[in-house]
């Protein structure tokens, strides 16, 4: 099983069930948890919410995140999933491309002994393409005002709303987050 909102959405009482459930079956876990830099989640987890539409801007989603300790405090949600789980069991991955390689499925795939790939689709494709900081803007302001414009309809207006600005302003790749806030985000956010 894998999920991404693992960490972040469960909690005592569904981590208790995953692991009742799995003793009755005699089935021994093997966990496996990618950990991105608390910085890196933050920028992410806020251009997530601007593709689905939102219009908050950063500062606001930022303090927001900021009160989510267990989210964001690797520390504590590691001790969290060792309380139910054998800590020997627990494998903690950087999630960085030094550590993951390219493509993080095969990663996930080697991590858990599968070596024989031939028979599996691994076509690359880029389903969640990192938007530039202006994009992002761009994309924030239109889903204040624009709120008549939604599903395909919006995505096609991106899209085309993209191209022109990469091509026209050709952003260079930079954090949303100062030096400042990132390093504050680390005294608040403890490092695992």
């Known amino acids: 099983m894998s999920a991404e909102h693992f960490s972040s959405r469960l909690r005592e009482h569904a981590l208790k069930y995953i692991r009742d459930f799995f003793e009755k079956l005699s089935i021994t876990l093997q966990i496996i948890i990618y950990l991105r830099p608390q910085a890196d989640y933050i920028e992410s987890s806020y251009s ?7 219009p908050k801007v950063f500062k606001k989603v930022m303090e927001q995140y900021q009160s989510q300790s267990l989210r964001y405090d690797y520390e504590q949600l590691i001790d969290l999933w060792a309380s139910f789980f054998n800590k020997d069991s627990i494998n903690i991955i950087p999630y960085e491309k ?5 493509d993080i499925r095969l990663n996930f795939l080697s991590a858990i002994g599968v070596t024989e790939l031939s028979g599996l689709d691994l076509a690359k494709a880029k389903l969640n393409e990192k938007w530039s900081n202006p ?11 624009m709120t008549h414009i939604t599903g395909q309809q919006r995505l096609d207006f991106l899209t085309f709303a993209q191209e022109i600005i990469d091509i026209e302003l050709n952003p260079q790749p930079s954090h949303l987050m100062t030096i400042e806030q990132i390093q504050r985000s680390y005294g608040i956010l403890r490092k695992f």
């Open 48 to 54: 997530t919410e601007i593709k689905a539409g939102s």
């Open 98 to 102: 030094s550590s993951i390689g390219d």
């Open 135 to 145: 994009m992002l803007e761009f994309a924030r302001l239109a889903n204040a005002r």
